[in-house]
């Protein structure tokens, strides 16, 4: 599986939208993404740790970066109970922390919150440029 850094991550959304032409019903074409892969191949030569940055796994990368926004958009929202921060995510606590875990664990609407875990303590560096890549009305 390859290893992304937070700068190889922000290269991939940074292609993306340079490609945001290519969308067609909400996705990137699997063109895109095998330029993705050959773009990533040229800007971050592959290693031994990293492995490789090939199409499926620039497609899967960009799929959990979205869970992360709608994780991170959640937060955000009044309703989560949570001071959620861009640079210190939810600021998590002792004095909160019981709450956290709860919000974690509930399901809600189908939907666990355990894609805000990494959030506990820490904000998301690619919330807005997810946003710009994603169409406006949709979620997923």
Known sequence: AATWTVEEEAA???FLYSNLGQVADGNFKKVTWNAAAAYMAR???PSENA????AEACERKFKMLKKYYYAVTDLKCIA???AYDDN?????????????D???KL???CQSHKDAKP???SGFPHFQSVELLLPSSTRG
């Open 12 to 14: 991939l959304l940074n």
């Open 43 to 45: 800007s971050f030569p």
């Open 51 to 54: 492995g490789d940055k090939t």
């Open 80 to 82: 989560s109970g949570f």
């Open 88 to 100: 210190h995510g939810a600021m998590i606590t002792l004095e909160n922390a019981d709450l956290w």
């Open 102 to 104: 709860r919000y974690t």
């Open 107 to 109: 399901i809600m609407f």
């Open 119 to 121: 959030f506990r303590n």
